[in-house]
């Protein structure tokens, strides 16, 4: 559907920009740090963010702002509209059962996946992890299986676009590399991921194919790696993701 240059709320537009300067990297701005993240002049950041503080999103100290919890709503609203969390969610929770350990499902936004769902028998990872987290996708288990699904141009200009600053010793840095692994994740069907993105955690990612097999999305198992070495992890965990994959295929339309 084509709409019209005047259906375009431009201030809208700015005001999201702002907020998604905030991150784990800028978790306070001044105005002039966030006009320069969002490419915006200073007085148009101010009113965005004194917008913001207005309605409650943001706190300001006389310098810095810094985004409130009420911004949560936003994200959490937005998935919990979505019909793949409450799909899989019940499908996770059976599978983490069986194998006990934790299991998830993300989707890639960009050079990032985002957390859907999660069933977590323990924390393997230092930070926590929850519907509406976010972590790079060409390290990640599921990142790379939602990589391989996408046609070699648009990987290439995501990969080209990514931060691929080693997070450990073990991280691949190299597109060429990356581009390697995601051919032999997209001829096997499922990646495998060694302390790529901590020390001290695996991981196992197949794809949530629909009836059309379409990836809609990625399901992984993380667990720590003195459960199970890397070249184990296909033996002992492939069956039960392979099970899961065949049952929310049957059910994603």
């Given amino acids: 559907m084509a709409h019209k240059k005047t259906d375009f709320i431009a201030s809208l537009a700015k005001g999201l920009r702002v907020i998604e300067t905030f991150g784990p990297d800028r978790p306070r701005q001044s105005v002039a740090e966030a006009a320069?993240?969002?490419?915006l002049d200073r007085a148009t950041a101010r009113r965005c963010l004194l917008t913001l503080r207005e309605l409650g999103y943001a706190d300001h100290d006389g310098k810095h702002f810094q985004l409130t919890a009420r911004v949560l709503r936003l994200g959490m609203g937005a998935l919990?509209?979505?019909?793949?969390?409450?799909i899989v969610q019940p499908w996770l929770d059976q599978l983490s059962d069986q194998i006990g350990q934790s299991a998830s499902v993300s989707v890639l936004d960009e050079t990032e996946i985002v957390y859907l769902a999660r069933a977590a028998q323990r924390r393997v990872m230092s930070i926590g992890l929850m519907p509406g987290s976010r972590l790079p996708a060409h390290?990640?288990?599921?990142g790379r299986i939602l990589l391989a699904a996408?046609?070699?141009a648009e990987t290439r200009a995501l990969l080209d676009r990514s931060d691929l600053t080693p997070r450990t010793p073990h991280s691949l840095t190299e597109p060429e590399a990356i581009m390697t692994e995601l051919a032999r994740i997209r001829a096997q069907g499922y990646a495998i991921i060694d302390q790529e993105v901590e020390i001290g955690l695996r991981s196992i990612a197949v794809p949530i194919l629909n009836v059309q097999d379409r990836t809609v999305a990625a399901?992984?198992?993380g667990l720590p790696a003195l459960h199970a070495d890397a070249s184990a992890l296909a033996e002992i965990y492939l069956p039960g993701l392979k099970r899961t994959q065949a049952g929310l295929r049957r059910v994603l339309h």
């Fill in 36 to 39: 320069e993240a969002a490419g």
């Fill in 80 to 86: 919990s509209a979505l019909p793949l969390p409450q």
């Fill in 139 to 142: 390290c990640t288990s599921m």
């Fill in 150 to 152: 996408l046609p070699e």
């Fill in 219 to 221: 399901m992984n198992v």
